[in-house]
């Protein structure tokens, strides 16, 4: 599991088990990888999740 490291430093590896891919409306959208399920869609911005694993 990723850790939040000292404040400032920001996070310490990835986020397990999740990964995130562009929706053809430009948003970004979180995987869980042992399901296939869609956890969240980031509709505030267009911008990538944070330290979560780009599908291909």
Same mark, same amino acid.
């Given at each position: 599991?990723?850790?939040?490291?000292?404040?400032?430093?920001?996070? $310490?590896?990835? $986020?397990?088990?999740?990964?995130?891919?562009?929706?053809?409306?430009?948003?970004?959208?979180?995987?869980?990888?042992?399901?296939?399920?869609?956890?969240? $869609?980031?509709?505030?911005?267009?911008?990538?999740?944070?330290?979560?694993?780009?599908?291909?």
């Amino acid at each position: 599991m990723a850790k939040n490291g000292q404040a400032g430093n920001g996070r $310490v590896g990835a $986020v397990k088990n999740r990964t995130q891919f562009e929706t053809p409306s430009g948003h970004y959208a979180k995987r869980d990888s042992d399901t296939g399920r869609i956890m969240d $869609v980031k509709t505030s911005s267009k911008t990538p999740f944070k330290g979560v694993t780009k599908e291909k």
